[in-house]
């Protein structure tokens, strides 16, 4: 087979969720989707964001389809169990008979077995902004939905797909960043990183809800790595941390303790992203951080502010 030209990625999101969507895709990217479409040389696994629906590693890329089936039909590309699949784009405009004749053209040009079924390669075709491309498609397995009924969990716990969004952003999607949520309540960020292969830890000063987050973690058998302590003892530095600050709302928290989270956050780490129910950026400017990204998620009555502090 030749060699990937480049990547291109399917995104979706609930319009409550676009601009955490928008967020995260700047940060591993370096740019927003279009159409929700995004081509990037970064290969980046489509099952760690809740947001791409699917990778395709583009191999041809041509002006017709004839072209690509001529280069096809010359490489004798030997494949057992493979199936040719359509990519429908938002603004492809490939008649419904072109597209079945795309996948039929592609499948008599493959030397092997077809598995509708059961494949083990999965061929994608589609045509994006007048051009053919061809390559493997990737899909999403969606095996991060499996962690939204923790045996643990609190009516303030993060959603799965935000603490799924928080830490690709937290470690820029590069697993050797070395993440902490030193507030980490039932450790939904730390389930989510550490099945992601993350480096992250997380810490917890309530000694039931320290438990809790070890417990989901064993659940999904995942390294039990929450300490029941202090976040203000901690003494490691880090490259990130996530905040998701307690708040007045469901606990009684005062501004004072707000800001002495976010002063050790500036003590034990480079960036921080902070998750927030309020606007905190006094408290955040007060601790000595700039405030470089932001993007609100709402949803029902509740609005949730992420910021990324540097
Ligand atoms: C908003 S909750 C975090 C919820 C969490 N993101 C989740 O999904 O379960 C804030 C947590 O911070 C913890 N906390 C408050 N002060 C702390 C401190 N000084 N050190 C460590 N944890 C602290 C609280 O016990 C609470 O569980």
């Known amino acids: 087979m030749r060699e990937i030209k480049k990547y291109l990625y399917v995104i979706n999101y609930p319009t409550f969720e676009e601009e955490l969507c928008m967020m995260e895709m700047r940060v591993l990217f370096g740019r ?3 159409d929700k479409v995004l081509i990037s040389g970064r290969k980046f696994d489509p099952s760690n964001s809740v947001f791409i629906k699917k990778r395709l590693d583009v191999i041809y890329e041509k002006d017709s389809l004839e072209e690509i089936l001529t280069d096809l039909e010359a490489d004798r590309i030997r494949l057992d169990d493979f199936k040719a699949e359509y990519l429908r784009l938002q603004k492809g405009n490939v008649s419904y008979e072109e597209r079945l004749r795309s996948i039929k053209e592609i499948g008599l040009r493959i030397i092997g077995e077809s598995s509708m079924t059961h494949p083990k390669t999965i061929l994608g075709i589609t045509k994006y902004n007048g051009k053919w491309l061809l390559g493997i498609n990737v899909n999403n397995d969606f095996g991060w939905k499996l962690h939204e009924n923790k045996p643990c969990s609190y009516s303030n716990s993060l959603s799965v797909r935000t603490a799924r969004a928080v830490v690709n952003i937290a470690s820029i999607g590069k697993l050797e960043t070395k993440v902490i949520d030193p507030c980490c309540g039932v450790g939904t960020t730390i ?6 292969g993350y480096n992250i830890s997380g810490c917890e000063i309530n000694t039931k809800i320290a438990e809790d987050a070890n417990e989901n973690l064993k659940y999904y058998n995942l390294e039990t790595k929450v300490v029941n302590k ?10 990130a941390s996530i905040i998701d600050i307690p708040y007045g709302l469901f606990s009684h928290t005062t501004e004072k303790v707000q800001q002495d989270i976010i002063n050790t956050a500036r003590r034990i780490s480079k960036k921080m992203i902070m998750v927030s129910f309020e606007d905190l950026d006094e408290l955040i400017l007060g601790a000595g951080f700039k405030i470089v990204d932001r993007c609100t998620v709402t949803k029902g009555k509740f609005k949730r502010y992420i910021l990324i502090c540097e």
């Not at 389930?191 to 992601?196: F, I, K, T």
């Not at 202090?230 to 490259?239: A, G, Q």
């Open 32 to 34: 927003e989707p279009e």
């Open 191 to 196: 389930v989510e990183g550490l099945s992601m």
């Open 230 to 239: 202090d976040m203000h003892e901690i003494e490691e530095y880090y490259d």
